[in-house]
């Protein structure tokens, strides 16, 4: 039987602007923005910000603003959720101006949106193991495996990882390390080591993509579960944006990381 911690791979498919074409994005945005504006269906309403937030656009700011404001729920909901995945410097200050909601479910949307905003714009300070708690994460970054030829998609890919760790209020190992040398920091201030290998790799079309991410335990590297995104349909920069902090994510929530080791 296979360890409990030892998780089968998990994928999610994410589709950035469905049958859309992959032309510029600002023309995918005014096509989204002019469907928003044409129909009264909060149910497309739903669908069509949900995928403004997926375009990575500056431009999607405004409609998403826009919908924030709107008569239903649901569509302010769905707003709150693509501006937190869409990550806009731009967009933050609407967000802030938006708490003022009396919808509980709308209002905790918007928190987590201004939370994810927030500390994808910011640029956190490095984090010393010594002022770790007991419970932390110390990680050991691999370089980033580019298998799709991208090398400046894959720095950014590598940037991201690092900012959604950084939240996550993780501790870097330094390259080459010695074994003994992470066994004793992690038993004497009690941290939780993790090694993670990402790759980016061809998605299931053509002008696919997918991200997986493999994470052990570190220094001993039993694996503890392989977890994938894959994206189509946008420019390879917006589907990175999309798919790196979705992979975290999910891998977060099944490891059950957290930033309470961090002071």
Do not use: H
Request: hydrophobic fraction near 45%; glycine fraction near 6%.
């Amino acid at each position: 039987m296979l360890p409990r911690t030892l998780r089968p791979a998990f994928s999610m498919l994410l589709s950035l602007g469905l049958a859309l074409p992959a032309f510029a994005e600002d023309a995918r945005v005014a096509f989204l923005t002019r469907q928003l504006r044409s129909t009264q269906d909060a149910r497309v309403k739903t669908q069509t910000v949900l995928l403004l937030g997926q375009t990575g656009s500056p431009d999607a700011v405004k409609p998403l603003c826009d919908s924030l404001q709107d008569a239903e729920t649901v569509v302010r909901t769905a707003a709150a959720n693509a501006m937190a995945e869409l990550k806009q410097p731009a967009g933050l200050q609407c967000l802030k101006d938006a708490l003022t909601e009396t919808d509980s479910s709308v209002r905790a949307a918007l928190e987590r949106a201004v939370a994810s905003v927030a500390r994808a714009t910011s640029k956190p300070a490095p984090l010393s193991p010594a002022s770790a708690k007991p419970g932390a994460l110390y990680l050991m970054v691999e370089p980033i495996v580019d298998k799709v030829g991208l090398e400046e998609e894959a720095s950014l890919a590598e940037t991201l990882l690092r900012e959604e760790l950084t939240g996550l209020g993780a501790f870097f190992a330094p390259e080459r390390e010695e074994r003994k040398v992470a066994q004793a920091l992690i038993k004497s201030k009690k941290l939780r080591g993790f090694q993670l290998r990402m790759q980016l790799l061809p998605g299931s079309t053509e002008k696919g993509l997918k991200v997986e991410m493999l994470v052990m335990t570190y220094p001993e590297q039993a694996l503890q579960g392989s977890w994938n995104v894959k994206a189509s349909g946008g420019k390879p920069e917006a589907l990175i944006r999309a798919m790196v902090p979705r992979v975290v994510e999910d891998a977060a929530g099944d490891l059950n990381w957290n930033s309470e080791g961090a002071q």
